[in-house]
Each structure stands twice: as structure tokens, then as C-alpha cells.
């Protein structure tokens, strides 16, 4: 009796206080919602970031400028922020990079240098062109590398279409299609004998062709698609090298070799400024009842600096952004401490990232949860487990909590598998700390957007990364209330499948802290 008294009385006030988180999750979620649709500030802080500020080459001016933007951004919210320094970096300031053909006729070619390519010391310099040859052996070619002196050498392969396959497949006849692909497979073969026949690797060639007195080194990444190439960095530390269009470099390398003898002319005034400070920006809302435990946003801060980083990450910068001003407006006091990390040099290794994990300890180990975001301006596709077992309990609880419209095509895995790399989340799962990827839909971010010359404000999808700015703040807002700490029991890894041994969980590995130095 005594017992069905006991039931009676708190079971009403065990549903009262359910309904009552209910009712205040969904009222939190609605202000969400309202404020990232009816006052969202994407678009400004889009063309303030990507427009205004521009590139973000890690130890470069431009990245300084964008970490005191971020801090000042925050600042105007009231959200406490600094940049913390974590290393230094060689740094290096883009100039004007003219490429022009003034032989056997007269053309302006649409190209740029390479991240930290020496400049041409204020000045054009102009030369004759010459292509890495076929040669049997090493030998052969230390014989042949003479020939370089006081010439522009061409270091890729010509492009045989400048078309993208699915250009060719939707108007080609299959067996043309096919043909082409076979003729090119082959080229690609002979492209790379032809280069292992050097005896040395692209840095190797690079600095080879300079020793040997080459006035510049001419390159063609062409990313497989119309008008895009990958813009990297330069393997030379006193000529000039320049990345040249497919259209542009193919017209040189014809040119080459049917004997009408190419000759450019190149001024390129870029800046090298020595070693820099090199920083992440964390912005901060302390927690309440449990302030000494975490929940993290994540984006990488740097680009590469051939178009703007507008998707690869400026887009996971703007989610992140956002994502903190609507929650500092709507959930001032969250349960638990709110911490954004904006990371310097992922590009170059996770460097930032892995920088903040072994600098503060402290907060991995009381980490309840780190949501990533970095492949492009689609909306968020996937959502892994990350290898934690019980990933699939919390994750989808929050999940359940977005409204349909912001999780619409959203695949989640459990319990995954623990990122090895690619971006800044792994840095934090090979600590063991629980870091999820926001994987987005792809908007043909490999061929036209990642690390291309068209990486520019044009490309990004404003609905989507609105989508995920507010998909990013409603998680985060569950994983603050949530009464729970997430457990960070791991998988068991299947056996390595080339040498049989166990599957062995990702290992925490140690920053570069100066960098851009041989």
C-alpha cells in the first residue's frame, strides 16, 4: 500500500518535470530557428570575411587580419575571445603575379605563383620555355639538366581535353568516351615513367632544375573540371614558380613541341616576411552548473590562397560563427562551458588543432562532446559515431530535438570508425575525447572548390550553410543540457586488412610549431 502511495505521488511529478524539459528544449530550438532565419548575419560576415580580408595562408598577414576580425567579431557579441599562439610559421604576402607569352605571338596567360614562391626581385623575367624530357635514366637526365639554364621549365603533363568527364559522358558517344579515357590513362602512364626516370621526387626536381639554373618552373594542376586548378605551394626557395591555366599551359606545351620556341615573360612580387606568431582563436560562454566541463564548435581558420577559402572553410567558420552569436542570444547561461575553436594550419597537418589538445589537457579530459565542420557549403549529409559504442544513444537524442526541415537527407552511422585525419576532429578523437564530423553534401567540392583558384564567395549556398548553423546550435544546446556526461568507450577495430595485426585506434601526434623552414 505503502509503496502505491509512493508511486501515486511522484509519478505525476516525475511527468511534470519531463514535460517541463520538454517544453523548454522546444522553446529553445524555436528561438534558435528564428533567430538564424530572421536576423541571420551570414551574409555580411561572408563578404566581411572572404571579400574584405580574403585568403587565409597560415604565418601570412591576411591570416592575422582575419584572427583579430574573429576576436573583435566576438568581442561586439559578448562573447569572451582571444588568440592563443601555438607556433610560428614562415610568412609570406601574395603580390601581383603577371604570366605573359611574348613569342611567337603576344598573350597575357591567366596563372598565378605558388604559395611561398620566391618573387622575381621587383622586376620581369623572361626566357625561352623547355619541357621535362624522356630520358632512359638519372643519368641521362643529369646530362640533359644543362639545358635548363636561362629557361622556363614545364614540369606537368598537357591535359589531352580540358573538358570534365561528365561533359565528355553527357554528349560524347560511349565509345568515344571511352577512347579518350584510354588514350589519356596511357599518357598519364608515360607522364609519370617519365618523371621516376629523373630519379627524384617533385621537391627533389624542383630544386634541381634551380640548381642547374632555370630562370622559373612552370605547373598545371588541373582539378578536372572547367577553368579550375589546385593552387599549393611552391618546392623552390629563389625562382619563381607559377601555376598556369590547363588552356594557357597546353597552348605552351604545343607550342613547345611543335618547335615555335614559347617565350614568357614573369614579374611576380610576393613578399617573404621571416617567421611570424601563428594562433587559434577561441571564443567562450562559461557554463553555469558545470563550467569545468565542455562543449565544442570546430572549424578551421586557414586556406590555401589561390581563390578566397570560402568553402574549404570559410563556410565552417560562418556555421561556427553563427552558430555562437544565436546561442549567446538565446541560451546566455548554458549548463555547460561553450567553447569555439577557429584552428590555424589544418592545411598543413592539423597543426592548430593538435596544438589545442596538447596544450590544454584539461578540457579534452572534460569534453562532452566536439562538432566539426569543414567539407564545403552543402548542407550537412552525415553524421558519424566516430567509433564511441554508445555515440548512437546521445547523438540521436539530440538529433531528435532539429526540426525536419534543418535534418532533411541526414544519414548518420554508428558507431563509425575514428578519423584518422583530414580534419581538426581527428586531432581531438586520437585523444579520445568524443569529435564529430559534420560531413556535408558535396556541390562538386573536390573538383571546383577545394583548393582551387575558384574557391570564392560566389559558391557558397546561403540556405545550406544557414541549415547547418542552426543544426550546429540546436546540438549544442542538447549536449550542454544534457543530464549525462557521453561516454567515451571505444570500438573494437576490425584487423588491418594488408598485415593482419589489430586495428589499432588513431594516435595522438604532436603539432609542427615551426613551420615553412626546411
Known amino acids: 500500500m505503502k509503496r502505491f502511495l509512493l508511486t501515486a505521488v511522484l509519478l505525476p511529478a516525475l511527468m511534470s518535470n ?4 520538454q517544453n523548454k528544449d522546444s522553446l529553445m530550438v524555436a528561438a534558435i530557428v528564428k533567430e538564424a532565419t530572421s536576423n541571420s548575419q551570414l551574409q555580411p560576415l561572408g563578404q566581411e570575411l572572404m571579400d574584405g580580408i580574403g585568403p587565409r595562408l597560415v604565418g601570412s598577414p591576411k591570416m592575422q587580419q582575419a584572427h583579430d576580425w574573429a576576436v573583435a567579431k566576438y568581442t561586439s557579441w559578448g562573447i569572451a575571445a582571444r588568440n592563443e599562439k601555438w607556433g610560428e610559421w614562415r610568412s609570406w604576402e601574395r603580390g601581383i603575379t603577371h604570366i605573359d607569352m611574348i613569342a611567337p605571338w603576344v598573350k597575357t596567360l591567366e596563372g598565378t605563383q605558388l604559395a611561398w614562391s620566391p618573387n622575381t626581385g621587383g622586376k620581369a623575367v623572361s626566357g625561352d620555355c623547355i619541357i621535362i624530357p624522356e630520358v632512359k635514366d638519372s643519368v641521362a637526365f643529369q646530362q640533359w639538366l644543362p639545358n635548363v639554364k ?4 614545364l614540369i606537368s603533363m598537357a591535359q589531352p581535353t580540358g573538358r570534365p568527364d561528365y561533359n565528355w ?4 558517344l560511349k565509345e568515344s568516351f571511352e577512347k579518350m579515357k584510354k588514350d589519356r590513362a596511357a599518357q598519364q602512364d608515360a607522364w609519370r615513367k617519365r618523371l621516376s626516370a629523373t630519379g627524384l621526387n617533385a621537391k627533389q626536381l624542383a630544386q634541381a632544375l634551380e640548381k642547374a639554373g632555370a630562370i622559373g618552373i612552370v605547373a598545371s594542376n588541373w582539378s578536372n573540371g572547367f577553368g579550375v586548378n589546385k593552387i599549393f605551394a611552391a618546392n623552390t626557395s629563389k625562382i619563381p614558380t607559377v601555376d598556369v591555366a590547363l588552356e594557357d599551359y597546353g597552348l605552351l606545351y604545343r607550342l613547345i613541341e611543335s618547335g615555335k620556341a614559347p617565350k614568357l615573360s614573369v ?3 610576393s613578399k617573404d616576411l621571416g617567421m611570424a606568431p601563428t594562433y587559434n582563436t577561441v571564443a567562450e560562454i562559461k557554463g553555469t552548473q558545470k563550467p569545468n566541463e565542455y562543449v565544442m564548435l ?5 586556406s590555401w590562397d589561390g581563390g578566397t577559402g570560402a568553402t574549404d572553410n570559410g563556410t565552417g567558420t560562418l556555421v561556427m560563427l ?3 552569436r544565436i546561442l549567446k542570444k538565446v541560451y546566455p547561461n548554458p549548463k555547460r562551458t561553450i567553447l569555439v575553436g577557429h584552428w590555424g594550419s589544418e592545411e598543413q597537418g592539423l597543426n592548430g588543432s593538435r596544438a589545442f589538445v596538447e596544450d590544454h589537457p584539461d578540457i579534452v579530459s572534460n569534453l562532452q562532446a566536439l562538432f566539426n565542420q ?3 557549403t552543402g548542407r550537412v549529409a552525415n553524421i558519424g559515431g566516430a567509433g564511441f559504442v554508445h555515440s548512437y544513444e546521445y547523438i540521436t537524442r539530440w538529433l531528435s530535438k532539429v526540426p525536419e526541415p534543418y535534418k532533411q537527407g541526414l544519414e548518420t552511422r554508428f558507431p563509425g570508425s575514428p578519423a584518422g585525419g583530414g580534419s581538426d576532429n581527428a586531432s581531438f578523437v586520437a585523444a579520445g575525447a568524443p569529435a564529430f564530423s559534420l560531413s556535408s553534401l558535396s556541390w562538386s567540392y573536390g573538383n571546383y572548390t577545394w583548393h ?4 570564392t564567395y560566389d559558391k557558397i549556398v546561403w540556405d545550406d550553410v544557414r541549415s547547418n548553423a542552426i543544426l550546429t546550435a540546436i546540438m549544442v544546446y542538447m549536449a550542454c543540457e544534457d543530464p549525462n556526461t557521453t561516454s567515451r568507450e571505444k570500438i573494437i577495430l576490425p584487423p588491418n586488412p594488408r598485415t593482419g595485426q589489430p586495428g589499432e585506434w588513431p594516435a595522438k601526434r604532436s603539432p609542427t610549431r615551426k613551420g615553412g623552414v626546411e
Do not use: I, W
Request: proline residues 0%; hydrophobic residues 35%; without cysteine.
Open 169 to 172: 559522358e553527357e554528349f560524347a
Open 298 to 302: 570546430s572549424a578551421h581558420f586557414d
Open 322 to 324: 553563427e552558430a555562437m
Open 267 to 269: 614579374r611576380a612580387d
Open 18 to 21: 519531463n514535460l517541463q524539459a
Open 150 to 153: 636561362g629557361k622556363f621549365v
Open 374 to 376: 569543414d567539407n564545403g
Open 452 to 455: 582551387t583558384n575558384r574557391d
